[in-house]
């Protein structure tokens, strides 16, 4: 049985579910919070929220229990978030490559997995930052939450559960290599779409293609033609 448990108040559920996982020998742990003041992003960036309005939901999983590679892993994360929030909204979210879930053309949903090692042993730690009541998104254009994109008010604690419950069911279930990858593509945001990216500080239209099965993203660029992209080398301005 995986150990939920709710905080108040906290910086990061990332640094939390560490602490907590360190004084503890549970293998299965998860911590949310509806009041996250320093959330973290994929590669360094921040996760800005505001107090009783978005979900921090953190989960441990033992490495021993995944058996895809990391980044399919990651790929597979996002895939069973999409579905939840698919059967949740009626709508069809999208995947904005790496790590992020799209509603209606706008972020609702970013996704961070570190891999750390506690009481000797090999976890990932998902880190999942959900936007649900926010209305003013003023200083974040790309952004929405579930109430600007399908106009429902969720209730935060019994949308937490169903999360819970749905990715404790899903989220490791045997899936192939091959079907996450053919699912990721499927679900690709802007993909096959003119979209103007950032590269090397200069801007450049160009079209997504794919993502390949080591995780590179293919993108058919107006200049210089069709190349690969690994993560913070490009980025999708729209």
């Known amino acids: 049985m995986m150990r939920l448990v709710y905080l108040q108040e906290c910086s990061s559920t990332q640094d939390e579910i560490e602490k907590l996982m360190s004084l503890d020998t549970l293998d299965l742990l998860t911590v949310y919070t509806f009041n996250q003041t320093k959330g973290k992003g994929q590669y360094g960036n921040s996760w800005e929220s505001t107090g009783n309005l978005s979900l921090a939901y953190s989960v441990a999983v033992p490495d021993e229990l995944v058996k895809l590679p990391n980044h399919l892993f990651n790929f597979h994360t996002a895939e069973v978030l999409a579905d939840f929030l698919a059967i949740l909204t009626k709508l069809l979210p999208e995947l904005k490559w790496p790590n992020d879930i799209i509603l209606n053309g706008k972020k609702v949903c970013g996704?961070?997995?570190?891999?750390?090692?506690?009481?000797?042993?090999?976890?990932?730690?998902i880190g999942i930052g959900l936007n649900v009541l926010e209305e003013n998104f003023k200083h974040l254009p790309k952004a929405g939450s579930l109430l600007t994109q399908t106009g429902i008010k969720?209730?935060?604690?019994?949308?937490?559960?169903?999360?819970?419950?749905?990715l404790v069911e899903n989220l490791l279930k045997d899936v192939s290599e091959i079907s996450v990858l053919a699912k990721l593509n499927q679900r690709l945001f802007r993909k096959d779409i003119i979209s103007v990216f950032e590269i090397n500080q200069s801007r450049q239209n160009g079209i997504i293609k794919n993502v390949d099965e080591e995780g590179f993203l293919w993108v058919e660029l107006e200049n210089d033609g069709l190349h690969k992209f690994f993560h913070k080398e490009i980025a999708l301005l729209y």
Request: proline content about 0%; overall charge positive.
């Open 111 to 125: 996704i961070l997995i570190e891999k750390k090692v506690i009481h000797k042993k090999s976890y990932f730690l």
């Open 154 to 166: 969720f209730d935060l604690e019994r949308l937490t559960h169903s999360l819970h419950d749905y």
